[in-house]
């Protein structure tokens, strides 16, 4: 079974900073990768996406830009999630997978391939 793997969760004070790592397998290194987060009793929201590497231009939705960043290092298989300037409310489980859907400032950006792989999530809890 193909699947992701995200590290680097955890706890972190109001305004700190924490930087989430998605291992991507081989077989999906090219696609575009979608991050994504779900808070308790809340739907799961796509917040950034890098597109697949012809491309690897950057999107998120508005509560995050300027905030976060995602890069891709190819001959790591890696993507990361740089989360800065964190808030309370970021307080969710974050997840990468091969597939992005969000609404961005100009509107909404996807990326499908017809089967989409997840992994587990990792937990990123803001609070003092």
């Known amino acids: 079974q193909v699947q992701l793997a995200e590290t680097g969760g955890g706890l972190v004070q109001p305004g700190g900073s924490l930087t989430l790592s998605c291992e991507v397998p081989?077989?999906?290194?090219?696609?575009?990768i979608g991050w994504f987060r779900q808070a308790p009793g809340k739907e799961r929201e796509g917040v950034a996406c890098i597109s697949d590497t012809d491309d690897n231009t950057t999107y998120y939705i508005n509560d995050v830009e300027g905030r976060f960043t995602v890069s891709r290092d190819s001959a790591k298989a890696a993507v990361y999630l740089q989360m800065n300037r964190l808030r309370p409310e970021d307080t969710a489980v974050y997840s990468c997978?091969?597939?992005?859907?969000?609404?961005?400032?100009?509107?909404?950006?996807?990326?499908?391939?017809?089967?989409?792989?997840w992994g587990r999530g990792t937990q990123v809890t803001v609070s003092s």
């Open positions: 997978a091969s597939l992005c859907g969000l609404f961005t400032t100009d509107g909404y950006y996807s990326r499908y391939y017809g089967q989409d792989h």
């Open positions: 081989e077989s999906l290194t090219d696609y575009a």
